[in-house]
Structures are given as structure tokens and as C-alpha cells.
């Protein structure tokens, strides 16, 4: 390999969500690609996405798909679904050179695994009335005579965020929405919302303990498989000598001051960062991320421009 396809391949990966949801997009990303690098960029200043309209979808995606061009990404991954049902298209057509792959409810891999021919989406209401989850409800639902039940929940996301408490309310109604899927002979539940992979769990509790005949499915380890073969087809898989061992990895950083151009598995930015975000991204990641010290700042002030005020952190 030349040094310059070798430093192309060193790139990092881009990933971008309007707020911390597309972190389960990159736990898959980690699990399948353990030796690339990772820049994540959180929108948490135009957070939420579901509830704005398509034009102003775009306007902020394309800012975020920018900005990770700019910090040199080999690859950006549009790790949320609404961004992507508005603005996947038009960032592409803006990035020819770019791969960019975004997120669609994994509903294609639901409907052909459905034997009952009818299966539910729970996702924002900007991903249900989007093109691309649509446009798979007409070439592949449709056709195999399955039935689609779209569901929104505009709970589930602050849910999350506040440690999904099983004695909440949002919790009961989400218990209560299992009984009535499987009344309704749902057999297939695809979670189309970057958050609501942290709920998969609750809920596969929740249907063994009521012994429903549910199946959970999410989106992203089909998008770990899809980034894996573009790279390897680009010649662009970072060389494994390329990040350091993990027992090093911690020596490394403990010892060493952060600088941005150190390999890391992942470097976190957000347009609007404060301590209740990074213990939210602690609680979500677990034990695969520790928090370090603040290392650059920005701030996103409107569509087009970004300078100093908030924090981005490394996280490992």
C-alpha cells in the first residue's frame, strides 16, 4: 500500500446524529471494525429532529456531513433515521467522492422473517413519513403481503436519556404496546430510532416474561456490514498496526496529554455539551468508554458556521 492510500486508510470514520442515539450505531461499528477510528458529531443544539420539517432536516444534515468532511473522514455514516429519510440523497449528491451511508428501519430483513405477514416500526414521526421507509413499504412490504404498522411514541427518546426507569410511565405504555402488537399478530418489531437499541433489551425481557411470539430488530448491524464493505471495496480498512493495542491503549492516555490527532477509538463533539451529556454517554456506553478531560470546543450557531463555546471530549 502507497503512504498516501496508507494515510487515507489511517482516516477516521465519521459519524453524525442530531443527538447521542446513533452511539448504538457505533457500538456495531466498534464490535465489526475494532481497528478504525471514529469521530462522532451530536447536533444536541437542534435536538430533536423527528418533530422538524424536511427543509430544515437537510439544512442542519448537510452542515454535520460538512463539518466531519472537514476534520478529513474516509467514510460518513448518517447515524439517524430522520437525517436520513430527508437529506441522505442530497448529501451525496453534494459528496460524490464521499462514502456516505445512512439509516433506513431495518424493515426489508422484518417483513421477509415475518410469518404472520404483519410487522410494526416504532420510530420518529419524521422517519415514518419519510421517503426511504416508504419507498421499502412499496417495493418489499406491498409485494410480500405484509402489513406495516407504523408507531410513535414521543416519550421513548427522553426516556432513554433519563436511565429508562422500568417503573415509568413511558415504560407501561411500552409494555402495554407489546400486548397490542401481539393481539394484532405482529411478529416482527423494528426499532427505528438510533435510541431504542438501548431498549432492546427491557424489551426482550418484557416479551419472554409475557411469552409473546415478537422478534426485535434494528438496523445497526446491517449498516456495521454495509460501512465494512465499502471500505474493504475502497481499499480504505485502517491497517491493524494502524491503533494500539487495548492494555496499551489505556497506558497511553492515562499518561499522555490529549491531542486530537492521537488514534482513538472514538472522539465525541457536540454543538451543545455540558457534564449531564457526558454522564448520559458513560450510562450508555458502560464499560467500553471513559471519559477524559475536554480537548476542543465548538458551537454551532446556525447552519453554515461553528467556532469555540462547547465541548468535545474523547471517550475510549
Known sequence: MSTAKHKEASAPIGLFDSGIGGLS????????????????????????YGNRDSQDIEALTLTAVKWLHQQGCKLIVIACNSA???????????????????LVPA????VLASKS????VLATKATLDGTLLNQVISDIALPNQTKVTKYFDPNLVPWVEAGMPEDSVTAEHLRHQLDVFAEQGVDQLVLGCTHY?????????????QNLSIQIVDSGHAVAERVKQLLASHHLLAPSASVLAPQS????????PIDVHTQRPLI??????????????QRLLGTRVFKLSPLMT???????????KSKASTLI
Do not use: M
Not at 27 to 44: F, K, S
Not at 107 to 110: E, I, M, Q, S, T
Not at 117 to 120: E, I, N, Q, R, S
Open 249 to 256: 491503549l489505556r497506558e497511553v492516555v492515562e499518561s499522555c
Open 84 to 102: 436520513s429519510a430527508h437529506a441522505l440523497q442530497t448529501a451525496r449528491l453534494h459528496y460524490p467522492n464521499l462514502p456516505i451511508v445512512g
Open 107 to 110: 424493515l426489508k430483513p422484518a
Open 25 to 48: 450505531v457505533y457500538l456495531h461499528l466498534a464490535e465489526q471494525l475494532p481497528n478504525e477510528r471514529y469521530i462522532y458529531y451530536a447536533d444536541t443544539l437542534h435536538v430533536p
Open 268 to 281: 465525541f463533539y457536540a454543538s451543545k455539551y455540558d457534564d449531564k451529556l457526558g454522564q448520559l454517554i
Open 117 to 120: 405477514a404483519h410487522v410494526a
Open 197 to 209: 437499541p438501548f431498549f432492546r433489551t427491557y424489551l426482550q425481557q418484557q416479551i419472554a416474561e
Open 298 to 308: 465548538y458551537q454551532e450557531q446556525n447552519f453554515t458556521t461553528i467556532d469555540s
